[in-house]
């Protein structure tokens, strides 16, 4: 039982490449969950699916598009990547009501 | 607005001393609350968790939090910190008609000798 795993753990783009992270939780969770974690700013929500086959856009979308591939895997796409998307990469599943469960983290650097 | 906040940035604190760290939040419902760590260069991992009943709840590495619906509050205690215990803390909050969780900004703890 892996949890959360995250694809790549470290990553470093120039700007205006793309890329896709990629999550897969083994624990038969229906939400997933993608945040970004920069300095004194805590966890903010970048896309989420509640449930397979659903997306919603968190508290800062722009920049990014999602994919819920099935219920094992959500994608996070940079087409264009910025500066300002340099960050560190936070997956999560929940099942239903309660605490998420987080993956290791991708770092993300775009020069 | 629903927001939560952890008030102290940074918290330094002597091995074997106590610990005492705040959280607040502003929620129109009755809220599920967590306290996570996160050790450098890892993922967040869940110590405790309150969704009903006692207010005290006990969480892994001998933490504790308490819930006080009047002041608000979810703070997070221990009664003697190791040096293993320097991480960074969130706080975050929830409502069970909703998928999402708020977090903090978080709180630093670093323990001196």
């Known amino acids: 039982n892996a949890g959360v795993t995250q694809t790549p753990k470290f990553q470093v783009l120039k700007t205006g490449q793309s890329m896709t992270l990629q999550c897969a939780q083994d624990?038969?969770?229906?939400?997933m969950y993608w945040y970004r974690q920069d300095p004194g700013m805590g966890l903010r929500l970048i896309y989420y699916?509640?449930?397979?086959?659903?997306?919603d856009k968190g508290e800062v979308p722009n920049g990014y598009n999602v994919s819920r591939l099935n219920k094992r895997e959500f994608s996070l796409r940079l087409e264009s990547a910025a500066p300002s998307q340099t960050s560190v990469y936070f997956c999560?599943?929940?099942?239903?009501?309660?605490?998420?469960?987080f993956g290791p983290g991708t770092r993300l650097t775009v020069l | 607005a629903q927001s939560v906040t952890q008030p102290d940035i940074h918290i330094t604190v002597s091995e074997g001393a106590s610990l005492e760290l705040r959280c607040n939040y502003s929620?129109?419902?009755?809220?599920?609350l967590f306290w996570y760590v996160q050790s450098p260069g890892q993922g967040l991992q869940l110590l405790l968790k309150?969704?009903?009943?006692?207010?005290l709840v006990q969480g892994i590495k001998g933490f504790e939090a308490e819930f006080k619906r009047s002041q608000s509050s979810f703070n997070l205690r221990k009664p003697s910190v190791h040096w293993s215990d320097a991480a960074e803390y969130f706080c975050?909050?929830?409502?069970?008609?909703?998928?999402?969780?708020?977090f903090g900004a978080g709180t630093t703890v670093t323990v001196r000798a």
């Open positions: 624990m038969n969770h229906n939400s």
């Open positions: 999560a599943s929940r099942l239903r009501v309660g605490e998420q469960f």
């Open positions: 975050a909050v929830g409502v069970s008609n909703d998928y999402k969780l708020s």
């Open positions: 699916s509640a449930s397979e086959g659903t997306t």
């Open positions: 929620y129109g419902a009755t809220p599920y």
């Open positions: 309150y969704f009903s009943g006692d207010t």
